[in-house]
């Protein structure tokens, strides 16, 4: 008799296929990234991000009760701020009353529960567009690990809770532990862009904040000497160790989808939380496929978000979150 074993028969009706599905996706899959931009009522769309916007303190309040609402539960805050205040130092990033600090506590106060994550890196404020300190045409590894630590703290004074170092130097998550115990905030936890790799990906994002590295003469204009080769699998688990080992609490593979051998690899590797950030340009594939009636929209956003959860995320930073909640709900 052949043959005994039907594979089929757990896939002829949805109630089997519900019954036996491995992954799912919830609302308490996602970090949710928002853009914040100084100013009032603001809600200007990022041409390369269709449906996706910058939002000033006032909007951003709105929409954090919003996304609650929907079920989501934590956020990624990312600042665009004035070209006026970006110095070669970044200094603007550890002013009390900065637009990071204020969207902060904007946040807490629209919303206590609402877990709020920041990104921890000097790009936005760097008028070089790096995500450290540049001298002689370097990007220095140490010194931008102080300055990130007193970010950090700046973060977490302002009401963060956690912090998510998105530089790629080596050693910051110890500096950043060190620092963050030394002043007392120990339940403040560090997810680290652990497995960032310097890609091409991320396009769309640098236009949302401005913040990509500019064209100056002994400067690189990429950030191939600090974020990762494309090409490198077995480096990503060194830098996995190497930042469990340091403290970090959850770290996290990015771009997405064309890594996603990277995410199962580390989560094979580590028993942290591994996040996934989906990124922009993952973003911006797939709205202007379906713009363009090539792709079904929600059908294949939502495979992909499964494909990153199949291989092995825990959590996952998307701009298609809010669409997936909406969705679901
Ligand atoms: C900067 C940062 C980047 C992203 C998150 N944090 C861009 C970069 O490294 O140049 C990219 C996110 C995205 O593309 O969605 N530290």
């Known amino acids: 008799m052949y043959p005994l074993i039907r594979n089929r028969r757990l896939r002829q009706s949805e109630s089997i296929r519900r019954l036996v599905r491995e992954t799912t996706i919830s609302p308490n899959d996602f970090l949710v990234p928002l853009f914040v931009v100084e100013g009032k009522s603001i809600k200007e769309e990022i041409p390369s991000m269709p449906n996706y916007y910058r939002m000033s303190l006032d909007t951003l309040q709105q929409e954090v009760k919003e996304l609650w609402q929907l079920g989501l539960c934590a956020v990624l805050l990312f ?18 009353d ?29 008028s070089y567009g790096h995500d450290g300190i540049v001298a002689d045409g370097q990007i220095l590894n140490d010194k931008t690990n102080e300055i990130l630590a007193e970010m950090s703290i700046s973060h977490a004074l302002a009401g963060a809770d956690f912090v998510a170092p998105s530089d790629m130097m080596d050693g910051r998550i110890l500096t950043i532990r060190e620092a963050l115990e030394d002043e007392g905030f120990h339940d403040t936890g ?53 930042d469990v080992d340091e403290g970090a609490d959850i770290v996290m593979v990015k771009p997405g989808l064309p890594y ?70």
């Open 190 to 242: 560090i997810m680290s862009y652990t497995a960032k790799y310097a890609s091409a990906f991320y396009g769309p994002f640098r236009d949302a904040l401005d913040s990509a590295p500019v064209d100056i003469k002994n400067v690189p204009k990429d950030k191939k000497t600090y974020q990762m080769d494309p090409a490198n699998r077995f480096e990503a688990i060194r830098e996995t160790q190497m």
């Open 98 to 126: 900065g637009l990071m600090q204020k969207a902060i506590k904007t946040v807490k106060s629209a919303c206590p529960e609402m877990l709020v994550m920041t990104d921890v890196a000097l790009d936005p404020y760097s």
């Open 260 to 329: 996603l051998d990277i995410v199962r690899e580390i989560k094979n590797d580590v028993d942290v939380p591994v996040a996934v950030y989906q990124v922009s340009g993952e973003y911006a594939m797939l709205k202007a496929a379906a713009e363009k009636g090539w792709l079904d929209h929600n059908s294949v956003m939502m495979e992909q978000l499964i494909a990153i959860k199949r291989a092995g995320a825990n959590l996952v930073a998307s701009y298609f979150a809010k669409d997936v909640a909406q969705l679901l709900g």
């Open 79 to 96: 600042v665009k701020v004035p070209e006026k205040v970006k110095d070669i130092q970044g200094t603007e990033a550890l002013n009390p």
